[in-house]
């Protein structure tokens, strides 16, 4: 994968497909099945409102960069 527009959220395999993403895997021991059953594990753990998104963010509104 060679760049997003950031139109939207990534999803999960386009992550686990990022020029950035893959060498910050394997330098962490951590390969693509095994990553994505954390992520799957903890999406099942956390209650449905902690998924929601904060500060009433919405992927309809264009992306701001942070004041911090």
Known sequence: MRG?????EPTLEELLR???????MRSAGVDTEKLRALVTDLARRLPVERL????GCSAERALQPSAV
């Open 4 to 8: 997003w527009k950031m139109t939207a």
């Open 18 to 24: 990022d020029d950035i993403m893959v060498p910050v």
């Open 52 to 55: 929601k998104r904060p500060c």
